[in-house]
């Protein structure tokens, strides 16, 4: 393993960077990868990576998985506030069970150090802030550096027109600056997405993106899940054709990475999209819930160390 230098160029990989000011819609209509999507109106959920499981499998072409999971909302349940999605331990057996069978990597919009410690597997390789904080056994690596002021100036402006509004939870990264707004009552919503836009568009160098319940601010760099998948398997020396990357991920950040993958070409990795309602994805599988997702991952265990 080596660590990647983190003096190397951001654009310098295959990958095409992505748009700039980009805030999720859920639709992903406007995305080339998708458009070979069904039209129909009537979306329909990839076909289940666990009960068609032998198929899922076959996918694999022999090759050995090198897993990179999101964590919540896909191993954790989406919870009121953010430490209270406490992974269920029975998950955590089969991750650290999966550890030592193939690479397994935890990829995040947390804090690194808050998704280290809910994680709590020793060796794993972790990647915090969507990506831009990287950190595993001889790895090293953060991208944007040089924004950590932008988002000190963010954050204070935030926190000044979000203090009184009841339920607006300001949570600060090291490279994110995520608004939770899934406390706030209703008819409030509206006036804290309004400050976070003007905040976001008083910061020209940061990016402001929607999640669940959720708004983020981060570097407006070109850097997502999908480039920080690249670039672990990089440095993981993962790129070679015996392996096989794998990325589960329940909601729009993680389609960077299905489409990274998919980018790769015929075989250059699966996507997995946990969702409990069908929507647009570019994974070719699926799973229903957390719950699901360590039983398909319980299951993959069972079947590795058959080998
Ligand atoms: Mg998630």
Redesign the pocket.
């Known amino acids: 393993m080596q660590a990647v230098p983190s003096s190397r160029p951001l654009h310098s990989r295959g990958a095409p960077a992505p748009a700039s000011h980009r805030v999720p819609t859920g639709s992903g209509a406007e995305d080339p990868a998708l458009t070979s999507l069904p039209q129909s109106g009537s979306l329909s959920a990839p076909p289940s990576a666990l009960a068609e499981f032998d198929a899922f499998a076959a996918s694999l072409r022999g090759r050995t998985p090198a897993l990179f999971l ?5 191993l954790a349940d989406i919870a009121p506030r953010p430490e209270l999605a406490a992974m269920p331990d029975e998950a955590r057996a089969v991750v650290r069970r999966l550890s030592a069978l193939c690479p397994v990597a935890f990829v995040s919009g947390r804090d690194l150090d808050d998704l280290t410690a809910m994680v709590a597997v020793d060796g794993l390789v972790y990647a915090g802030s969507h990506g831009f904080d990287l950190r595993g056994p001889d790895l090293r690596r953060q991208v944007g550096v040089d924004y950590v002021p932008d988002l000190d100036a963010a954050d204070r402006r935030l926190r000044d027109r979000l203090d009184g509004v009841a339920g607006a939870l300001v949570e600060r990264k090291r490279f994110a600056i995520a608004i939770h707004t899934r406390q706030v009552a209703q008819p409030e919503k509206p006036s804290v997405a309004e400050a976070v836009r003007a905040v976001a568009d008083a910061q020209p160098r940061l990016r402001m993106t929607g999640g669940k319940e959720l708004f983020e601010l981060r570097p407006n760099l070109p850097w997502d899940k999908g480039r920080a998948v690249l670039a672990l398997m990089e440095a993981l020396g993962l790129e070679g054709s015996g392996t096989m990357p794998i990325y589960l ?3 729009e950040t ?1 389609e960077d990475a299905f489409r990274a993958l998919t980018a790769r070409g015929e075989g250059g990795g699966i996507g997995i999209r946990v969702m409990e309602e069908p929507a647009a994805t570019a994974a070719t599988w699926s799973l229903r819930d957390p719950a699901e997702a360590a039983a398909f991952l319980g299951r993959l265990a069972d079947w590795l160390a058959q080998g």
Do not use: A, F, K, R
């Open positions: 999101d964590y919540d909302g896909t991920g329940d909601d993680d």
